[in-house]
């Protein structure tokens, strides 16, 4: 049976990373390198590459290789790094989880395969199954990525204990991102003490999970304020936490009355001086010029910054 | 501007042609290749290979490709071959459709990007836009696939509208998938005569379809039953039309009382003798030897064959 090894796990604030592209809406390797670091050197605990706000799905996992190559030259450290490697095919999901591992990522971060809706708990576990078993290294550090409202395909509490069951130590936790804490609550009571790590999949929960046993959270706006959601996640227990948790929660509701992944790059876009970060790939659309125009002012007027950016 | 060359185009009834896996998973060339050429010879105008009945999101780009090589290689002549090649990531559309063009095929049947909901008109005809202007080939069919109930990403009469005024002769039809007549009949009245060339995604609309101008349709018991159905789609204009078509309905709706992918394998499995048929890669499930033992002697009671499967 694989069993996991021992090591430091990630914990603390991760940004699914937004993705630049080229005018040719090819990745743009250098400005992504740049933003990772920037991150790290800005509250990220660890990087969830090629998550849902990444616009992972719109690329091959050739590309998505060459941008995770990049970074771990780029001197991003790998054990920091969770990519996203669940895909709809098996076969791209084994082949980018098996070069994760041997890039020597932190963990990665796993999708259930999306396009079929209704399928069974036996044919997930089946699927989460096969790519274990074919990575076959206890390495392999397997996060969970529920995420109901976009990939339709839910991970119940019943898959994750046969998971855990077969797999302790290889499935390592998971991302929340049902928006809601009624979700949440149920993995952290069942789970957190047999070697699985909680994220939320939003700061907005945040201090929740801290106080129910949680390891962090995995969330979009990690991408524009990580600094002062990682001040949160070291601080739950300070007198003072929950104003904090209002604090993040108020730039969060800033950001997402637009529509979240063009609004981050254009954040990012502006406070950087950087208009190629405007991009998104089909088929999103970049913010109107109306929409940024609400954006921005509302997060300045909110003490908004973003220091340092590259 | 782009605009596509005046050939034959394909019109009746084409299958969504199953895969079949190896006990390894792997996709299974000799066998696909086999059923092919059962189906042409037995009713099937067209092939519409990689398909939501072919498990082709479950396969890499790479797996698709070889069988689409090995088809080629095969004899099933390209021009009655209809690939699925939507993909979620732009880059593997481009690369399957160009693919696709190059080996001649009579067309491709074209999911919209299927991982992010709610996205807009603009963001999708981007996407269909970028595939088609990136492939650059006048020779290329792309048939717009429809399927709500799956994808969860429709296509709107207003994005058709405006694919067809952008690139006539190129956007060649749909695939409607959305079980529903009156998500049809607008579609024909509205493009019909403009060289768009509409296929029931379901044979239970084959009669309506055919008298409402359409050219025919894709269905999953393509793969079992293409003789009957090819005859009334043959047929659509004889007295006995609605007979027919009684028939071929009666099929449909013993068949999927069942998981219909499963179903289908089974079906060939054990009408064909031959058991490895009856494999799904994960999430999909075979299925049980229950399923089977109600599925089989139904169809049998109702007169149900496959003369001649390899």
């Known amino acids: 049976m694989l069993q996991g090894t021992k090591v430091k796990r990630i914990e603390g604030v991760l940004a699914p990373v937004i993705t630049p592209f080229r005018r040719d809406l090819s990745p743009d390797a250098d400005r992504f390198v740049r933003h990772c670091r920037w991150l790290m050197r800005n509250g990220c605990a660890g990087l969830a590459v090629f998550g849902t706000n990444s616009e992972a799905n719109s690329m091959s ?3 998505k290789l060459e941008l995770l190559d990049a970074l771990v030259k780029g001197g991003v450290p790998a054990a920091a790094l969770m990519p996203g490697t669940g895909h709809c095919a098996l076969s791209d999901s084994v082949k980018m989880t098996r070069e994760a591992v041997r890039l020597g990522c932190g963990g990665v971060l796993m999708l259930p395969p999306f396009y079929y809706k209704g399928v069974s ?4 576990f089946r699927s989460f199954s096969e790519v ?3 990575v076959g290294d206890e390495r392999l550090r397997l996060y969970l990525y529920h995420i109901p409202p976009v990939a339709n395909v839910p991970i119940t509490l019943d898959l994750i204990g046969r ?3 077969r797999y302790p130590g290889v499935v390592a936790g998971v991302k929340d991102s049902s928006g809601d804490w009624s979700s949440t609550k149920p993995m952290l009571e069942r789970f957190r003490d047999r070697g699985f790590d909680v994220f939320a999949g939003s700061e907005v929960f945040l201090l929740d999970n801290m106080r129910g046993g949680g390891k962090g959270c995995i969330t979009a706006t990690g991408n ?8 949160v996640c070291r601080n739950w227990r300070s007198p003072d936490a929950d104003k904090l948790q209002a604090g993040i929660t108020a730039t969060r509701k800033i950001v997402q009355k637009q529509p979240m992944i063009p609004a981050l790059k254009a954040i990012v876009a502006h406070f950087g001086n950087d208009a190629e970060w405007r991009r998104t790939r089909p088929p999103l659309l970049e913010l109107t010029p109306e929409q940024e125009r609400t954006l921005i002012p509302e997060l300045k007027a909110a003490g908004f910054a973003m220091p340092g950016l590259p």
């Open 163 to 165: 998971l855990l069951d």
């Open 61 to 63: 996992v050739e590309e």
């Open 132 to 134: 274990i078993e074919r």
């Open 121 to 124: 708990d036996e044919g997930l």
């Open 224 to 231: 524009v304020n990580p600094g002062a959601i990682d001040h």
